[in-house]
């Protein structure tokens, strides 16, 4: 998968939330790709800087939420890898080095069409994988954002402004 960017949307309005969707970027001066996805409510996006992509987005949901139509979160990726529980947690160690020694993080678990784990087990695989910083669950610093969508996981290490959450921004 090479999709930069994930899309939530609203299944039921497929059509008018990839309009949204291309309406919003087409306000940014960004052209987003759309790649193919098999599951319904959840856009595969490439753009050119996804986190330079989610600063102007938030701007615009600032003064115009009604221009995103049926779509809910904007969340950059940067590694794609199988949700095999081993290529999950190298990929979280590897992200999870850019975490500082006195930073406080998080780990945000998202699960689609899988079942291989409960969520508790596979937070406490992953979160084993970073000995660096202190878990923050209200304010933290940093986020690993684990996406996984059947066979594949988008993971991520996010500041907490990277992600935009349009009924919260």
């Known amino acids: 998968m ?3 960017l994930i899309i939530t ?3 039921i309005h497929t059509d008018s939330s990839r309009e949204a969707v291309k309406a919003v970027f087409r306000k940014t001066g ?13 856009f595969f996006v ?5 986190r330079e992509a989610i ?4 701007v615009l949901s600032k003064n115009s939420k009604e221009i995103f139509g049926w779509t809910y979160h904007y969340i950059p990726v940067d590694k794609w890898v199988s ?4 290529e999950m947690q190298e990929a979280v160690k590897t992200l999870g080095q850019g975490i500082g020694d006195n930073e406080k993080w998080k780990l ?6 899988y079942h291989r784990y409960h969520d508790r087990e596979l937070i406490l695989k992953l979160t084993d994988m970073i000995d660096t910083g202190k878990v923050d669950l209200e304010n933290p610093q940093k986020i690993i ?15 907490p402004q990277d992600i935009l959450s349009v009924s919260q921004a």
């Open 55 to 58: 600063k102007k987005l938030k």
């Open 83 to 86: 949700s095999d529980i081993e």
């Open 46 to 50: 490439n753009v050119p800087d996804a």
């Open 9 to 11: 949307y609203d299944a």
């Open 108 to 113: 945000e678990l998202v699960k689609r069409h």
């Open 145 to 159: 954002q684990v996406e996984i969508i059947g066979k594949h996981a988008g993971i991520s290490l996010l500041d």
């Open 2 to 4: 090479d999709a930069n």
């Open 30 to 42: 960004i052209k987003p790709e759309f790649l193919e996805s098999e599951f319904s409510g959840i």
